[in-house]
């Protein structure tokens, strides 16, 4: 059986039939590049939205710790999913087995985390200075929330969205990739079956999935009566996303790319270090927005972590991600290979030395070897985002000379400093250290824990996601005075009689 078609069976397993369309985009797996079928796209946008926007109206009715269970039952039926949907994950975004079930149990800790704050959305209580009043801060629920998402965490990343914005009293419509629909219908599957057991004040369009490309994002994202937009994806697509949304005054929340740093300095623990830079250098094959891109590494200790680096990188087992010992899968798709043979034919026309790796396998399926290639410099090449498992080294003399690069990318996701000099190691995370979301001490850039808000700086969208006070963005924000004296007390001290 091919990859896509095992999907499909999943698919079938999970109680979906979907709709198939005769033209289209056939459904892939990039395991072994086999095509399935297409889907229909969702025709009636203007009618997803309106069935939005009526849930929305009861929903937000619905007391907090009530939506709460709902989402409390959501993590329980993913609990019981998650075989079905980690290896949906694996066919359909080619990640490893191990990687797939660490993406569904990102979802149910986020629907953990979403079930106590949902007697937490705490406001403010102020004092007014006006006797005999009362003033309080209090957080409403929003509206509809657009989530547009990526291929490479194609359920995670929606359920941090969807499991806050439902405790906050928001519908959720979801406009996958158009390369994991699979995966994303059956998500929609198993949050049915929350709401079969969750019962009557549960409104229909709670959540609602569209499947169709980057024309269905941008109509969503033009309408006005979608407050929010949380868009991950690349920066060329967040970009349009955020100018779409400004222009009718919406907000946005936007995850996008990353071109994460690691520094290590000569006190550093070489053999945590290595461990490190290979989970987050090729984990994913390079394809998470967390992934470490860039290796910043002090010149005395440069050629002993490099050299084993390339021995740890060429015993790299590269392949099918649905085998036990595989621990690199393949590329999404044939344009992902040609970026990663494109970015690195650059780097050695900018003077870049090849380390190791590089070479495309045969076979089906757009699987490659990781490479590293060392440069003279933070050259055009390095610093772009090539969505691929590249990792650059270049080498420093003086600590602030290393935080200087890590800084000087236009993107400022995640980063991290591999020291056990507690001097460095509070610099890098000063206010003159790392300017990304994410700085991390003797721990890789990628694997963020859903607890800690999750997002980045610069070019990668300014959004949070997820964990700490992240759940405000998917609510509004309202002050409210209450005159409990039997005056008209007027503020700043105005006289005003009539
Ligand atoms: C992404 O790549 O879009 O920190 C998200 C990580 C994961 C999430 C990455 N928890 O690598």
Known sequence: MTAIDEAWSILKGLGVTPRTAEAGRASRSPVDGSAGPALTETADLDGIVACSVAAFHAWRRVP??????????????????KADL????????????????????EMIDVCDFAVGLSRQLYGLTLPSER??????????????VLVISAFNFPVAVWA??????????????????????LTALATQ??????????????????????????????ALSADARIPLVSATGSTRMGRAVAQTVAARLGRSLLELGGNNAMIVTPSADLD?????????????????????????????????????????????????????????????????????DRALAQAVDEGGEMIVGGARLGGDGAYVRPAIVRMPAQTAVVRHETFAPILYVL????????????NAVPQGLSSCVFT?????????????????????????PSGAEIGGAFGGEKDTGGGRESGSDAWKAYMRRQTQTVNFSRDLPLAQGVKFEV
């Open 395 to 406: 080498t420093w003399r003086e600590f602030d000379q290393a935080v200087e690069m890590q």
């Open 131 to 144: 006797p005999g009043h009362h003033m309080r801060e209090t957080w409403q629920p929003l509206g509809p």
């Open 189 to 218: 599957a198993v949050f049915d079956r929350a709401l079969a057991r969750f019962g009557g004040d549960a409104p229909e369009g709670l959540s609602q999935v569209v499947i169709g490309g980057r024309e269905a994002g941008e």
């Open 160 to 181: 941090w969205n969807a499991a806050l914005a439902l405790v906050c009293g928001d519908p959720v419509i979801w406009k996958p990739s158009e390369k994991t629909p």
């Open 272 to 340: 945590m270090a290595v461990r490190a830079v290979a989970f987050s250098a090729v984990g994913t094959c390079g394809q998470r927005c967390t992934t470490l891109r860039r290796l910043l590494v002090h010149e005395d200790v440069a050629e002993a972590l490099i050299g084993r680096l390339k021995a740890a990188y060429e015993s790299l087992p590269v392949g099918d991600p649905r085998e036990e010992g595989s621990l690199v899968g393949p590329l999404i798709d044939a344009d992902a290979a040609e970026a990663f």
């Open 64 to 81: 907090a710790p009530r939506r709460g269970e709902l989402v409390r039952l959501f993590g329980e039926e993913l609990r019981a999913a």
């Open 86 to 105: 980690a290896r949906l994950v694996t066919l359909e975004a080619g990640k490893i087995t191990s990687e797939g079930l660490g993406e569904v149990q």
């Open 420 to 444: 056990d000099s507690v001097r460095e190691a509070e610099a890098f995370l000063s206010a003159w250290g790392s300017d990304c979301g994410i700085a991390n001490v003797n721990i890789g």
